[in-house]
C-alpha cells in the first residue's frame, strides 16, 4: 500500500514506523498546515467558527447503495444542499433513514442537508436462520448477563427511559423465538443528523436480515436542538456516552445478552457517534462500525477507555464529510490497535484488513469510489467482522 494512503493529518495522528521521530512530528505539522489550507481555501469568503466542523454537522443525507439488495422504504430525495455560505439550498428529501427533509445549504464547508433519496440496501439472506440460536463464538468465551435463565418474553419496540434528567427513548428488536438461555450479540445504532430510532429500527443498516435471530438490536435517539437547527443530532460531551451505558445497562436486565460481544454502528452523524462511542464506552463496546463518519479525534482528545475492534467504510467523493475523516478514524484505531503498515483483501466489498493488529482487535478499511453513501456491502461486510470478534 502506498505510504501516502496512511498519511493522515486531519484531526487524527499518522501512523508511522517511528512514531516519535523529529521528522514524523514536522512531517505531521506540514501534513496539517496543508489540510487547513486546503479547508480554508474552499470557503476563504467566509470565516469559520468551532461549530463548524463539530461532529454533528454530519447530516444523514446518504444516498442510493449500489449493488444489490431490497431498499428499505423511503422518499426519492433530492439533491444535497450547496456547500456555499449562507446558501439557501435546495429543500431535500428525506434522508437515509427515510426522515426529516434537507434543509439546503450550510457554511460548513462540508455539504448542505439536502436529502438523498432511497434508504440503505437490505440485501443477502441472513447468516442464522434456526430460530433464535446465536452463532458459535470465537475467542472468549460468552458472557451470559443476569437476566440469562429469566421467564418472560422481553419487550420490544419503543422504550421510554430517563438519562441525566432528560426523557429519552429508543427502539429494540428482539430475537424471534427467543431463548433467554442463550447470551446474544447486542448491536447498538446510531441514526444520522435528523433522523429517528424508528427509521433505524426499519433495518439497522440491513444488519438485521443479516443477523436473522442472532442478536438484540437496539437504535438510539438522539436529543434535538443545540446548534444543528433543531435537529436530532449526537454530541461528544458525555451526554450521548451516559445515555449508551444506560441502553447496554437495559438491554442486559431485559435480555440475555452476551456482555463480551456488545457492537456500535452508525452512518455520517451517526458514524462519529459509533466513533465516540467505542471511545467512551470501550470498556463495554467489544467493536464498531463507522460509515460515511469520524472522529474520535479530535473532538475527544482524552484517552479513549479500552480498546475495540474497528470496521470503517467511506467514499472517496464524499463531498459532505470529507474522506480523510474516515481515513483519520482508520489511523487512530489502527495505532490504538497496534497494527502494521501491510494489509490484505478481505470480502465481501472493496475492504482491507490490517495486518499485525493486537489479537483480537482488527481493523478493516473499506474505501469506495462513491460519494456520501452506504455501499451496498455494509450489512454483509459489518456483520461479517462481528461475528468473528
Known sequence: MRRSERQIASGSLAIDAEPNSPWRQVRGRLAWLASAFVLWHCDASSPRTDSDWDPSAADATVGNATGGGVA??????????????????????????????????TSSGVGG????????ADGGA?????????????????????????????????IDIEVDGAQRHFVVKGPTNYD???????????????????QTASSFFGLASRAGSAAVFIAGQALTGGSQGGLASWSYDGKDANYTRKLI????????IDEK???????????????????????????????AGGGPKPWIMAACKGRVAAWITHG???????FSYGEGSRDQWAQTNHCGMMTQPVMPGSCVEYQGCDPGYPVWFCEHGGGHTVPSFTAESAWEFFLRL
Not at 113 to 120: E, V
Not at 126 to 152: E, I, K, Y
Not at 182 to 189: D, I, M, N, W
Not at 316 to 322: I, R, W
Open 72 to 105: 428499505s422504504p423511503a422518499g426519492s430525495g433530492g439533491p444535497a444542499g450547496s456547500a456555499s455560505p449562507g446558501g439557501p439550498g435546495g429543500t431535500g428529501g428525506p434522508t437515509i433513514d427515510a426522515g426529516s427533509p434537507g434543509t439546503g445549504g
Open 113 to 120: 442537508l439536502g436529502g438523498a433519496g432511497a434508504g440503505m
Open 126 to 158: 441472513a447468516t442464522s436462520a434456526d430460530g433464535g440460536t446465536p452463532p458459535p463464538v470465537n475467542g472468549d468465551p460468552a458472557v451470559p448477563s443476569a437476566s440469562c435463565g429469566m421467564s418472560g418474553t422481553p419487550m420490544s419496540g419503543r
Open 180 to 198: 433467554s438461555s442463550k447470551p446474544y450479540r447486542l448491536v447498538l445504532a446510531w441514526h444520522g443528523l435528523g433522523g429517528t430510532a424508528m
Open 249 to 256: 445497562e437495559w438491554a442486559k436486565t431485559n435480555y440475555c
Open 261 to 291: 460481544r456488545i457492537f456500535s454502528i452508525g452512518v455520517s452523524n451517526g458514524g462519529f457517534m459509533s466513533n465516540i462511542v467505542a471511545c467512551q464506552v470501550g470498556d463495554l463496546i467489544r467493536g464498531m462500525a463507522s460509515i
Open 316 to 322: 472517496s467523493q464524499d463531498n459532505n464529510v470529507p
